[in-house]
């Protein structure tokens, strides 16, 4: 299995920063292969920041109920990821990780990397 651009490797973490201009749809599936990834490897986490993608929409209900599916799939309950986005991605009420987490992805959204790192490591150990 190729390892998606941007994907590097920290222990038992993934960290994944993808760059470019892409579609939602496109979006979806880079993350998609990232989580994959890091399930293929048997990592513990991911860290998945997105800042610096661009080229969508902020993602209606629509867009979130498909990247929710779509990671829940890809993470098969295997891997935690926290998800780093532009504050204005991220719903208030978070129904997007909600969905995800509905599908048994233990996820969290968060607007700065190291609130997400933080978030990682207080879970060591932690299976929901």
């Known amino acids: 299995m190729l390892a ?12 994944y920063r993808p760059v470019g201009v892409v579609s939602l749809e496109q979006a979806i599936d880079l993350v998609a292969a990232a989580i994959e990834r890091a399930r293929g490897l048997k990592l513990v986490d991911l860290v998945v920041n997105v800042h610096e993608l661009s080229g969508f929409a902020v993602p ?22 926290a998800f780093v986005a532009r504050p204005e991605w991220i719903d208030r009420e978070k129904i997007g990780m909600i969905m995800a987490q509905n599908r048994g992805l233990d996820a969290e959204v968060f607007a700065v990397e190291a ?10 150990g932690v299976r929901t």
């Open 4 to 15: 998606p651009e941007h994907f590097e490797v920290v222990g038992t973490r993934g960290i």
């Open 60 to 81: 209606n209900t629509f867009g979130r109920y498909a990247f929710a599916v779509r990671w829940a799939d890809a993470g098969g309950g295997m891997v935690r990821v």
């Open 115 to 124: 609130d997400a790192i933080r978030w990682l490591d207080q879970r060591v």
